[in-house]
């Protein structure tokens, strides 16, 4: 079983920045590929950064440039680092990892880019 854990939201205005937490707990490998995805009102859920178990991270278009996946293993933490946001990246923020051929979700943390 493994527990993923979300923090780091809230609002902030356009072009500030905030960085997202998603601490893991329970039987996860410290190289276990995790994923940021982001969920807006009214849209489909969508991946935003990818960290794979090589260590190579994937953006989407929209965020590469001004989003940056990272992890501190001795934490057992993924960050997502968000500069320069946009009101369009207003939403509800999930980790999500699969491992040992199951899928976990975190609870979600919002971030709201507002003036």
């Known amino acids: 079983q493994v527990q993923l854990v979300e923090s780091g939201g809230g609002l902030v205005q356009p072009g500030g920045s905030l960085r997202l937490s998603c601490t893991a707990s329970?039987?996860?490998?410290?190289?276990?590929?995790m994923t940021w995805h982001r969920q807006a009102p009214g849209k489909e859920r969508e991946w935003v950064a990818i960290l794979t178990s090589e260590s190579l991270t994937i953006y989407k278009d929209s965020v590469k440039g001004r989003f940056t996946i990272s992890r501190d293993n001795a934490k057992n933490t993924v960050y997502l680092q968000m500069n320069t946001l946009k009101p369009e990246d207003t939403a509800v923020y999930y980790c999500q990892t699969t491992t040992s051929g199951y899928n976990y979700w975190g609870q979600g943390t919002q971030v709201t880019v507002s003036s």
């Open positions: 329970g039987s996860i490998s410290s190289i276990a590929p």
